[in-house]
């Protein structure tokens, strides 16, 4: 989402979503920026009151925990993670967070697979040792390549 202050934005993702979680999450975001928006409003009252009536679930279960990658988490925050695949996820086993492929998360990052990630078991390769098995390219046509040789 281009403007994150654009509540009509909002409210057309939270109908779009397919998700209650991530809709009522859309739908607090409408909120936030038109306190007074109806429809938004009754839509939130609905799912609220739909999740009352389900048993509720524990903020985070030990099967969730031990499911995903315990390296996965927010740029700045590396305890916290959208349980999702999402462009804020990064893994942090790197020396330096990197952003993760949402399709690399859905498939490792946030499932027991993670166990199978090469970034998982071994974690980041050191730069010296890429550095050595870059291969040599030759000298470009038609230009003298450098003599580095001690003299």
């Given at each position: 989402?281009?403007?994150t ?20 999450f859309c739908?607090?975001?409408?909120l936030k ?22 048993s ?16 996965v988490?927010?740029?700045?925050d ?30 490792y ?16 390769i ?11 390219l ?14």
């Open positions: 989402m281009r403007n202050h654009d509540a009509a934005a909002w409210f057309q993702l939270a109908a779009l979503i397919g998700d209650p979680e991530r809709e009522i739908l607090e975001q409408v920026i038109d306190p007074t928006h109806t429809a938004a409003l009754a839509r939130l009252a609905a799912l609220r009151a739909n999740q009352s009536q389900t509720p679930e524990p903020e985070e279960s030990p099967a969730w925990t031990e499911a995903r990658c315990q390296y988490g927010l740029v700045n590396a305890q916290s993670l959208a349980a999702y695949p999402s462009p804020m996820n990064f893994c942090h086993r790197l020396d330096k967070p990197k952003p993760i492929r949402l399709d690399y998360q859905q498939q990052c946030l499932v027991p697979a993670h166990q199978r990630c090469l970034v998982f078991q071994r974690g980041e050191p730069a010296a040792q890429t550095a050595r098995e870059k291969p040599v030759p000298p470009a046509q038609n230009k003298p390549a450098v003599n580095r040789s001690p003299s």
